[in-house]
Each structure stands twice: as C-alpha cells, then as structure tokens.
C-alpha cells in the first residue's frame, strides 16, 4: 500500500525549459514534505522541504508546492539545466518520526 | 557533506546465513535510518533509531534487525538472508536538534547486497 506516489516513472525535457515533477499521497496525517534526487551510485541528497501549513516554498530555482485539499504536491525546476539529470523522490513524514518515499522520477534535461 | 559511511559497499552471500552492515556518523546526530530501494518501490524503511538503545519498527522490518549501542552506529542484522532481500540499502541520519523543524536526512552511499 503506496502511501506515497509518483505516477510518472521519467520525464524528458529541454535545457532551459520548465521541469515539473508531481507527487500524490494519502495519508492526511503527514506534516512534513521533502524532495530529494539521487544519482546513479550514490545516495539521496535533499533539495527542498515544505510544512503541511505552508503551500508554496522556493529555494533558487526550485520550487514546492503542496495542495492539502489534493493531496499533491509537485517540484519545479526553472530553468532545467543537463545537471538536474537524475532521479527525484518525494517524501513525507508522519508524527512518530517515520518517513515514506515515492518510486521516484527519472528526470532527463536535453542539452 | 555529512559524515555518514557504510561498511561494506557490496557483498554476496548465500541464503540463510547472517548478514551485518554497519552504518558510522560523524555527525553526533539523534536519528538514524535504515532503508532498502527496490524497483517500482523507491525506498522503504526498515527500522530506525531515536537515540542510543532506542529503535522502532519501519514498514518492512521482518526479517530483519537493528542495534545502537553508540551515537555514531547503526548496525542492520539480516538474521537469515534469503533472495526477497537482495537490495540497496541506505543508511540515514538526522540532526533532530534545533527551535525549528528540520526532517531532511543526509544519506550514505549505499550497500549493494546480493542474496544467492
């Protein structure tokens, strides 16, 4: 039972143009969101949060944004460089501490 | 970067005996995570840990253990390994500390674990 969701497994898209990733959960019992992207080989990295109180949070050229009422919340990438390559988690937190991760997005940037 | 490592990188071992992967922090973080990636699930939590002494259950902990006798490790014991746990595991930590929340998880490297 996926409590987390990522329903599109890749997504292409050309250097400089918008990158947008989407999220779907169940639980309406997380506070806590998190994006994070993994390279090949290597382990998650975080790249940006946002509370459940909260609907919008940007840092540089990402972007979350969470609609409560959804149950969704996506990723925006502007503008996509080659190095945004990789593959992108979303993840939630419930109270209790324990955290739940989508499958992931594989995002590929055209140069 | 934090200071997280994980020991072994990979190994192969054959079904039914035990396995042990050891996660170290530098980092004297509170939380501490174990998680297995699998295709078509992303990662799924296997057990975690509050403090020293103090673990709870993930979302597929059977078959497997955990133990924290020091701040800096994290020890994940597949007691009998079988093929359904051949996998990447990642090992997780977090600072916990701090007036504002603060959940992202800095990860290891991961072990590659093959089960024949």
């Known amino acids: 039972d996926q409590q987390v969701k990522q329903n599109s497994p890749s997504l292409s898209v050309q250097e400089g143009r918008i990158s947008i990733l989407n999220c779907d959960y169940t639980n309406s019992m997380f506070d806590y969101f998190l994006w994070y992207k993994k390279y090949p080989a290597e382990g998650p990295t975080f790249l940006i949060s946002?509370?459940?109180?909260?609907d919008k949070n940007e840092d540089g050229r990402f972007t979350v944004f969470l609609n409560k009422s959804a149950k969704h919340l996506s990723l925006h990438i502007v503008p996509s460089q080659p190095g945004d390559s990789a593959v992108y988690f979303c993840?939630?937190?419930?109270?209790?501490?324990?955290?739940?991760f989508g499958t992931g997005t594989s995002l590929t940037v055209i140069p | 970067d934090a200071g997280i490592t994980q020991s072994p990188r990979h190994k192969v071992t054959e079904t039914g005996t035990p396995v042990t992967l050891r996660c170290h922090q530098t980092e004297n973080h509170r939380y501490m995570y174990w998680y297995r990636q699998d295709p078509g699930h992303g990662l799924r939590l296997i057990h975690y840990s509050y403090g020293v002494k103090d673990t709870d259950k993930g979302e597929v902990s059977d078959g497997y253990s955990v133990s924290r006798s020091k701040t800096e490790d994290f020890l994940l014991t597949l007691e009998s390994a079988t093929s359904s746990q051949t996998s990447v595991y990642f090992c997780?930590?977090?600072?916990?500390?701090?007036?504002?929340?603060?959940?992202?998880?800095?990860f290891g490297p991961g072990t590659r674990l093959t089960v024949t």
């Open positions: 997780a930590i977090r600072s916990g500390a701090g007036g504002l929340p603060s959940y992202e998880q800095y």
């Open positions: 993840a939630a937190r419930t109270t209790g501490n324990q955290f739940y």
């Open positions: 946002i509370s459940s109180i909260k």
